[in-house]
């Protein structure tokens, strides 16, 4: 199956630093890969949608100065979370459309990413 | 826009019994429907879909889930649980007009008893 890997899954840093978070594609060629965010016990927010070689696509009340995304290439995608504060500690989680031509809107998920800002 | 809803917060259920957690959607296109499993601390990983065609879709660790399109329900059922069942669920829908964006529910917390 389509395996997407995320990396860190644990990073903690001072607040007004900034932190990457990187989302592989490992076996297949991810044109389109989406940014969650889960606070704790809710459900996945969705973010943006990155889209390989062009700007990503945020959501209303998403700050895209704050939550920078890059997809240079079919195989990556990264956010990264600039002038971190403490309320943007959460669990991050990256997807990636299902691959194969036929779009149907099937997910596969990274092990998420969980920030830490003191 | 679509929009999903999940009723059950949380369902204890004994080992070995049957659960069902339930799954309402809304949407004015047609949709593609989606149950995923989050086990703690970790991503969510598919457990069965309805694209088309059969209304009763078998997905992986003996879940299945019936389509609905009159009542607009999407439910998840298992005959037997085990302990290891206990996890968090999600319903999903994706609309298919083109973007493919994924709506979820606020999940159900399964817990299996002993």
């Known amino acids: 199956g389509a395996v997407v890997s995320q990396h860190p899954s644990r990073v903690i840093c001072k607040s007004g630093t900034s932190v990457k978070i990187e989302c592989r594609s490992l076996d297949f060629q991810a044109t389109t890969m989406f940014w969650y965010r889960q606070f704790p016990k809710q459900s996945l927010m969705l973010m943006a949608t990155s889209n390989e070689g062009s700007k990503a696509t945020y959501e209303q009340g998403v700050e895209k100065d704050k939550f920078l995304i890059n997809h240079a290439s079919l195989t990556l995608s990264t956010l990264t979370v600039t002038s971190a504060h403490p309320e943007d500690s959460s669990f991050y989680i990256c997807?990636?459309?299902?691959?194969?031509?036929?779009?149907?809107?099937?997910?596969?998920f990274g092990e998420g990413s969980r920030l830490t800002v003191l | 826009a679509q929009s999903v809803t999940q009723l059950d917060s949380q369902v204890p259920v004994f080992e070995e019994a049957p659960v069902e957690l339930r799954c309402n959607y809304s949407s004015s296109v047609s949709v593609y429907l989606f149950w995923y499993v989050q086990y703690p601390n970790q991503g969510l990983q598919l457990l069965l879909k309805?694209?088309?065609?059969?209304?009763l879709v078998k997905g992986i660790n003996g879940f299945e889930a019936e389509f609905n399109k009159s009542q607009t329900s999407f439910h998840l059922r298992k005959p037997s649980v085990h302990i290891s069942d206990t996890a968090e669920y999600f319903c999903?829908?994706?609309?298919?007009?083109?973007?493919?964006?994924?709506?979820f529910g606020t999940g159900t917390r399964l817990k299996v008893l002993a």
């Open positions: 309805y694209l088309s065609g059969s209304t």
């Open positions: 999903a829908v994706s609309d298919n007009s083109g973007t493919y964006k994924s709506i």
């Open positions: 997807s990636a459309s299902s691959p194969g031509g036929v779009n149907t809107g099937e997910l596969f």
